[in-house]
């Protein structure tokens, strides 16, 4: 959805890690854990969420209430967003700007730099 420019939506469940969300099932790992670069990405800003319940039909009916109810410019800022992160899910082979290789060397610097100096 992120390189096509569409918006992605998802449902909400309660993870097993109390106080953290799921976007895949309920008592599921935390989104955080499921997409690429969550420190890099503000994902919460980008995707629609939508509440998940036990009756899907319920959940179904919500998914179209709140796709109904988004202005122009929520839409238009949510695709803004898409455009300004999706080069962090896919590969420059020409190496003309930054990437997913160059998001996969920030991570591991900030991982060494954070790590204590031992001597």
Do not use: N, T, W
């Given at each position: 959805a992120f390189l096509a420019g569409c918006i992605p939506v998802v449902f909400d469940f309660p993870s097993y890690m109390h106080g953290q969300r799921s976007w895949w099932?309920?008592?599921?790992?935390?989104?955080?854990?499921?997409?690429?670069?969550?420190?890099?990405?503000?994902?919460?800003?980008?995707v629609v969420v939508i509440p998940g319940t036990e009756n899907y039909t319920?959940?179904?009916i919500n998914m179209l209430l709140k796709l109904r109810s988004m202005s122009a410019e929520d839409i238009a800022r949510r695709q803004g967003l898409l455009q300004d992160y999706r080069h962090f899910l896919s590969f420059q082979w020409d190496g003309s700007r930054p990437d997913a290789f160059t998001a996969i060397m920030q991570r591991i610097g900030r991982f060494v730099r954070g790590r204590p100096q031992v001597r």
């Open positions: 099932m309920e008592d599921g790992s935390p989104f955080q854990l499921s997409v690429p670069f969550p420190e890099d990405i503000p994902y919460e800003d980008i319920q959940s179904a």
